[in-house]
């Protein structure tokens, strides 16, 4: 198994470019997460999606909106990005919402975006 | 609103000393609690969680923490560090929040560096 793929690794971007982030497991976990990491603030909660075809805003949605048309991918994307979203994004996904206290996520690699 | 603290925003140590993380949450309710570990260029990666029973839990790697409710803390402990543990850790809580499901609260990240 694979577990959690991102694509792309690394992206740079101009401001206002747009651009989608790629999230794919093959865990069949039922459930997707979008985090981003910026120093000194841990990850915070972007979007998430607790099945295929639903999603819901994390701590963070504003400037961004996504998809789970395939149970497996969930994408993230960047209408007309900003400085401020430069950021390094994890994807992660769990068997079971985050309401299941018993529950672990399964991170991807990461994407390190900088917009300029 | 509800919150992750770790208290060390970098630690430095020499080859088998001991090391000591602290976490604090602010939550009253029913929670879980995790530690991942992010090596450099890499994902993170689950290295213990709490749900229940008994409080001093025993991670992958020689790690364990210890819930202590009264004091709202999950620290994490490990005896002898050694090089191979250079990396960040992060504190997680999910606390179950009314109507809403769980929610993955991060703390800030502390890097750890050690010395060979």
């Known amino acids: 198994n694979a577990g959690v793929t991102q694509t792309p690794k690394f992206r740079v971007l101009k401001t206002g470019q747009s651009m989608t982030l790629l999230c794919a497991q093959d865990?069949?976990?039922?459930?997707m997460y979008w985090y981003r990491q910026d120093p000194g603030m841990g990850l915070r909660l972007i979007h998430y999606s607790v099945g295929e075809g639903t999603t819901a805003k994390g701590e963070v949605p504003d400037g961004y909106n996504v998809s789970r048309l395939k149970k497996q991918n969930f994408l993230l994307g960047l209408e007309s990005a900003a400085p401020s979203q430069t950021s390094v994004y994890f994807c992660?996904?769990?068997?079971?919402?985050?309401?299941?206290?018993?529950?672990?996520?399964?991170f991807g690699p990461g994407t390190r975006l900088t917009v300029l | 609103a509800q919150s992750v603290s770790q208290h060390n925003h970098h630690v430095i140590l020499s080859e088998a000393a001991s090391l000591e993380l602290g976490c604090n949450y602010s939550?009253?309710?029913?929670?879980?609690l995790f530690w991942y570990v992010q090596y450099p260029g890499q994902h993170l990666q689950l290295l213990l969680k709490?749900?229940?029973?008994?409080?001093l839990v025993k991670g992958i790697k020689g790690f364990e923490a210890e819930f202590i409710k009264s004091k709202f803390s999950f620290n994490l402990r490990k005896p002898s560090v050694q090089w191979s543990d250079t990396a960040e850790y992060f504190c997680a809580v999910n606390a179950r929040i009314y109507n809403q499901g769980g929610k993955l609260i991060f703390g800030q990240g502390t890097e750890l560096s050690v010395k060979p």
């Open positions: 865990m069949n976990h039922e459930y």
């Open positions: 709490y749900f229940s029973g008994d409080p």
């Open positions: 939550y009253g309710g029913t929670v879980n």
């Open positions: 992660a996904s769990s068997y079971s919402p985050m309401r299941d206290l018993t529950d672990t996520q399964y």
